[in-house]
Nanobody
Framework: QVQLTEAGGGLVQPGESLRLSCVVF????????MGWFRQPPGKDREFVSAISWPAATTYYSDSVKGRFTISRDITQNTVYLRMNSLKPEDTAVYYC???????????????????WGQGTPVTVST
């Protein structure tokens, strides 16, 4: 069974940066396509970013494109989300997810992922 643990969330002011991390724990060293999703208060969970495997192609929602960067450290089994120029509308609980199916057609969709972390909250406010 694959387990994901997010970290790095917190309270920041608009314009500041934050880096989230997601450590993947599994019975083997198998790598998966990985995604980041977020759920703003009172809203549905939405796609943020993803990185494929093994090609490492990156994907971003229009709302974060140019501000957020997804990356991975294979040696540490960790996926990162660097968030720059944060806005109040970025406030949400952020979740990482692993796509066991290796399906590029669903790499930006919530229903395309098999394993999910518990989430880490991010609040952007003065």
């Amino acid at each position: 069974q694959v387990q994901l643990t997010e970290a790095g969330g917190g309270l920041v002011q608009p314009g500041e940066s934050l880096r989230l991390s997601c450590v993947v724990f599994g019975p083997t060293s198998e790598q998966y396509p990985m995604g980041w999703f977020r759920q703003p208060p009172g809203k549905d969970r939405e796609f943020v970013s993803a990185i494929s495997w093994p090609a490492a192609t990156t994907y971003y929602s229009d709302s974060v494109k140019g501000r957020f960067t997804i990356s991975r450290d294979i040696t540490q089994n960790t996926v990162y989300l660097r968030m720059n120029s944060l806005k109040p509308e970025d406030t949400a609980v952020y979740y990482c997810a692993a796509q066991f199916s290796f399906n590029l057609a669903t790499i930006t969709r919530l229903d395309g992922y098999t394993y999910w972390g518990q989430g880490t909250p991010v609040t952007v406010s003065t």
